[in-house]
Nanobody
Framework: QVQLVESGGGLAQAGGSLRLSCAAS????????MGWFRQTPGKEREFVAAIRWGVGNRYYADAVKGRFTISRDTGKNTGDLQMNSLKPEDTAVYYCAVDRNGLSYTATAYDFWGQGTQVTVSS
């Protein structure tokens, strides 16, 4: 079992930055992937970024490419999402998640989820 706790959400102005963190308890195997998703009311959970836990390969949704950076620290069992050049359309609840079976862009493939953290970007 892996338990995930996000932190770092809040309010930012358009063009600003926020950094989200995800603290994991329990072992994350090198074959796993940590992903970040976001969700707004009435919409499905949307893939944002993912990183292979072992080798560190990174993957991004087109909407955030060049603005967001995903990272992980395997020693500390944490993951981060640095969000720059924020836009009002980035407003959502952000979740970190772990997929034990490898990379997927679909929320249903992920096995463990955090409780989510709200990010609000004002124009």
């Amino acid at each position: 079992q892996v338990q995930l706790v996000e932190s770092g959400g809040g309010l930012a102005q358009a063009g600003g930055s926020l950094r989200l963190s995800c603290a994991a308890s329990g072992r994350i195997f090198s074959s796993s992937v940590m992903g970040w998703f976001r969700q707004t009311p009435g919409k499905e959970r949307e893939f944002v970024a993912a990183i292979r836990w072992g080798v560190g390969n990174r993957y991004y949704a087109d909407a955030v490419k060049g603005r967001f950076t995903i990272s992980r620290d395997t020693g500390k069992n944490t993951g981060d999402l640095q969000m720059n050049s924020l836009k009002p359309e980035d407003t959502a609840v952000y979740y970190c998640a772990v997929d034990r079976n490898g990379l997927s862009y679909t929320a249903t493939a992920y096995d463990f989820w955090g409780q989510g953290t709200q990010v609000t970007v004002s124009s």
